[in-house]
């Protein structure tokens, strides 16, 4: 059984940290592209980071560009979100993903195929 499990979140306020971190269990880890994408109430899902397995290249949204830093632990099946300096416009729910196919879009979330529950994140201003 493939799962996901993502913890971390809460509530900080403005300026402050978060790290999330995701488990993973039951797939190729070491081989899947690991992703996160969060979700406002009343807004669709979007992108947030990416990491590929092969090369361990970074994507990132531009609204998080210098604040956040995604990275992974192959030997612990677990990717990370260094979140800071965060805004009230971050809260959101932070899912992680995962997919283990090659050449397709990383910043998609049509690309990956597993998804974790997701953990909340709220920013007081």
């Known amino acids: 059984q493939i799962q996901l499990v993502e913890s971390g979140g809460g509530l900080v306020q403005a300026g402050g940290s978060l790290r999330l971190s995701c488990l993973a269990s039951?797939?190729?880890?070491?081989?899947?592209?690991m992703g996160w994408f969060r979700q406002a109430p009343g807004k669709e899902r979007e992108f947030v980071a990416a990491?590929?397995?092969?090369?361990?290249?970074?994507y990132y949204a531009d609204f998080v560009k210098g604040r956040f830093t995604i990275s992974r632990d192959d030997a612990k099946n677990t990717v990370y979100l260094q979140m800071n300096d965060l805004r009230p416009e971050d809260t959101a729910v932070y899912y992680c993903?995962?997919?283990?196919?090659?050449?397709?879009?990383?910043?998609?979330?049509?690309?990956?195929?597993?998804w974790g529950q997701g953990t909340q994140v709220t920013i007081s201003s």
């Open positions: 993903a995962a997919y283990s196919a090659s050449s397709l879009i990383v910043i998609s979330a049509r690309s990956y195929n597993f």
């Open positions: 039951g797939l190729p880890f070491s081989r899947s592209t």
């Open positions: 990491i590929t397995w092969n090369d361990k290249t970074t």
